[in-house]
């Protein structure tokens, strides 16, 4: 008979894990929104996993949970503070150790700072001009600006902070004396400001008339339109009126109209016709110019150049007889007739 004896196998308890260090990958002191990278270095049996608790202040603000594999934990903060982890380590057979990290400092964003605040255009310019500031700044994260506009001290416009454009346009309707200040802010809204230099805006120039010219020479005859046009330049729309003369007297007003320069008229008599132009900016700035004299003549007397009639001579008593008049002359032609018999 075949005995078996079981002999006692004595099993040793597995070694726990052992961490010999947890470090950051940056030293002490960071900025806000700097990626921090933790290495917990650890020892033990089979596939080690790891946790994290982060501290801010020594308040534990977040946790990850154990994963297996991965020895690294990289957070990025958000506020500033006194940092620091505490790293877990576990064994398959759950045997757990800890450690802690030294602290590590994040202190808040560096405010934004600005360089310079200029303008596209030099002092002066005139009323009218587009005028564009530009503000050179920099910063932590997507800068934010606003803009405050002033004329001779008064604060007239606000532009609020809109992202990513540091340039702010504006066309002066009004002569004075301008200058902006731009805000600048970061994320964590931290603000700066700063003012540009003066930049002193004229009224514009007024109108000027290069010419007042008649589309016909002198003389003309009464009946023939006549159009004057007045070559001018100015700020803004230009509006135009006229004063029409004969024989030095001021005949016909035509008030102010808006992008017209001409104006058109057809003498009915006789005489020497000159305008006198008036052009008005949008400020009132006003000038006026007189044309040269054009002499307009009586038309002249109608001319017959012929009389015929439509039958040859002789022809019997009873026959109608139709005779025309060719002439040539201004505007209707009136007609009238005698007939003779024997001269009588």
């Known amino acids: ?42 020892t033990g049996s089979g596939t080690l996993r790891y946790a994290w608790y982060v501290y801010r202040d020594g308040e534990r603000i977040l946790t990850r949970w154990y994963q297996s594999g991965s020895n690294k934990f990289t957070y990025t903060p958000t506020r500033p ?9 576990r064994d398959p057979g759950d045997a757990q150790v800890n450690l802690t990290s030294d602290k590590l400092t994040v202190n808040p964003l560096p405010p934004p700072q600005i360089t310079s605040v200029t303008a596209n255009k030099g002092s ?33 416009l606000t532009q609020w902070y809109q992202s990513g454009s540091n340039k702010f346009t504006y066309t002066p309707t009004r002569p004075g004396v301008y200058h902006v200040r731009v805000f600048v802010r970061d994320p ?24 007042v010219t008649a589309n016909k020479g002198s003389p003309q005859s009464v009946g023939a339109a006549i159009t004057w046009t007045c070559e001018a330049t100015g700020f803004g729309t230009l509006r135009y009126a006229w004063y029409l003369y004969r ?17 058109t008229y057809t003498p009915t008599r006789p005489g ?21 004299k054009l002499t307009v003549n009586p038309p002249p007397p ?32 009136r007609y009238a007739w005698y007939l003779y018999r024997d001269g009588e």
């Open 1 to 42: 008979m075949l005995t078996m004896v079981m002999l006692p196998v004595s099993v040793a308890a597995g070694t726990p894990p052992k961490i010999t260090s947890v470090t950051a990958n940056k030293g002490s002191p960071q900025a806000v929104g700097t990626a921090i990278t933790w290495t917990c270095k650890a």
């Open 124 to 156: 002066p310019q005139a009323v009218g001009t587009a005028i564009t500031w530009t503000c050179e700044a920099t910063g932590s994260g997507t800068l934010r600006y606003a803009w405050y506009l002033y004329r001779d001290g008064e604060h007239i």
């Open 272 to 292: 020497v016709y000159h305008v006198r132009a008036f052009v008005r900016d949008p400020d009132d700035a006003q000038v006026s110019y007189n044309s040269g």
């Open 188 to 211: 964590d809204d931290a603000q700066v400001s700063y003012n540009s230099g003066k930049l002193t805006v004229n009224p514009p120039p007024p109108p000027q008339i290069t010419s």
């Open 247 to 263: 024989d030095g007297e001021h005949i016909l007003t035509q008030w102010y109209q808006a992008g017209s320069n001409k104006f």
């Open 81 to 89: 503070g006194v940092y620091h982890v505490r790293a877990f380590v």
């Open 302 to 333: 109608p001319q017959i150049t012929s009389v015929t009639a439509n039958k040859g001579s002789p022809q019997s008593v009873g026959a109608a007889i139709t005779w025309t008049c060719e002439a040539t002359g201004s505007g209707t032609l």
